[in-house]
Nanobody
Framework: QVQLVESGGGLVQPGGSLRLSCAAS????????MSWYRQGPGKERELVAA????????NYVDSVKGRFTISRDNAKNTVYLQMNNLKPEDTAVYYC???????????WGKGTLVTVSS
């Protein structure tokens, strides 16, 4: 049974930090590209950061470059999102996604809420 379980969300003040984790099970984690998406209040879901399966190369949406870092630990079947200097506009539900495009495989977690407010 495939599972992606996000954790680490919560309430943080502007300028603060959080580290999100996504624990994967039920598939060969190292074969999959991993990404973090978010959906803010009244907004569409957007890609925040992604990391490839083979080289672990990261990519980021412009609004988080220099503040967020995506990483993966294939031994622990976990992908992380380190979020620094958080802003109120980062408030959203953050989702983890696993994809193996060649085989049309695509899995989502249920999300974790991040609220940035003073």
């Amino acid at each position: 049974q495939v599972q992606l379980v996000e954790s680490g969300g919560g309430l943080v003040q502007p300028g603060g930090s959080l580290r999100l984790s996504c624990a994967a099970s039920g598939f060969i984690f190292s074969y999959y590209a991993m990404s973090w998406y978010r959906q803010g209040p009244g907004k569409e879901r957007e890609l925040v950061a992604a990391i490839t399966s083979a080289t672990g190369s990261p990519n980021y949406v412009d609004s988080v470059k220099g503040r967020f870092t995506i990483s993966r630990d294939n031994a622990k079947n976990t992908v992380y999102l380190q979020m620094n200097n958080l802003k109120p506009e980062d408030t959203a539900v953050y989702y983890c996604r696993a994809r193996r495009v060649v085989y049309g495989l695509d899995y989502w977690g249920k999300g974790t809420l991040v609220t940035v407010s003073s």
